[in-house]
């Protein structure tokens, strides 16, 4: 079946960029979603169409596909961006979704 | 407010049925595909399936057909998710969500509004 591989951990200091990364044979056909996952409460969406980023998302995030892998990417990372984050995307087929392994990021 | 609100927490044995719903306020529940979410403790998300309500078109992630059953009540704007004989396996956090105000009207799109969760636990 189709994965998505993702770095289980990203760790980085305030105010630096945290890049983290999503690997999946498809993505050069499918979109992209990320979700931020903060513990006991539901994933909220971060970015979406591999490159848009929602109504409310600080403009700090940012999204961007080359090739197999996508990236989510913090500039000026804050205390509050410490979570899980998730990537989303569909197999080649177009027949399911998948959500990546998860990455924690961890402000220092 | 758009919102999805999910039933309350759930506690029963192997081999149980079960159906937790989710409802739907707020957006037009025909045009919009719902989803589900499943997250075992400590783990990550996995995408079920997702149901059209407009006419019960059902996708299922492959490792979950057969296990679950997705289905809706138009009347109600409410989705539900089925079981026919709980594992203890099913033990975990099921989210319903919706992908509303950034819809390409696949059912591969992602998701901007959540539920908040029902938490299923299968144990004896």
């Known amino acids: 079946s189709y994965e998505l591989t993702q770095p289980p951990s990203v760790s980085v200091s305030p105010g630096q960029t945290a890049r983290i990364t999503c690997s999946g044979d498809?993505?050069?056909?499918?979109?992209t979603y990320w979700y931020q996952q903060k513990p006991g409460q539901a994933p909220v969406l971060v970015m979406y169409k591999d490159s848009a980023r929602p109504s409310g998302v600080p403009d700090r995030f940012s999204g961007s596909t080359s090739g197999t892998t996508a990236t989510l990417t913090v500039s000026g990372v804050q205390a509050e961006d410490e979570a899980d984050y998730y990537c989303q995307s569909a197999d080649r087929s177009g027949t399911y979704v998948v959500f990546g392994s998860g990455t924690k990021v961890t402000v220092l | 407010e758009v919102q999805l609100v999910q039933s309350g927490a759930e506690m029963k044995k192997p081999g149980e049925s079960l159906k937790i719903s989710c409802k739907a306020s707020?957006?037009?529940?025909?045009?919009?595909?719902i989803g589900w979410v499943r997250q075992m403790p400590g783990k990550g998300l996995e995408w079920m399936g997702v149901i059209y309500p407009g006419d019960s078109d059902t996708r299922y992630r492959p490792s979950f057909q057969g296990q679950v059953t997705l289905s809706v009540d138009k009347s109600l704007r409410t989705a539900y998710l089925q079981w026919s004989s709980l594992k203890a396996s099913d033990t975990a956090i099921y989210y319903c969500a919706s992908p509303i105000d950034y819809s390409t009207s696949s059912s591969l799109d992602g998701f901007d509004i959540w539920g908040q969760g029902t938490l299923v636990t299968v144990s004896s």
């Open positions: 498809a993505l050069p056909k499918q979109f």
């Open positions: 707020g957006y037009s529940f025909i045009s919009n595909w």
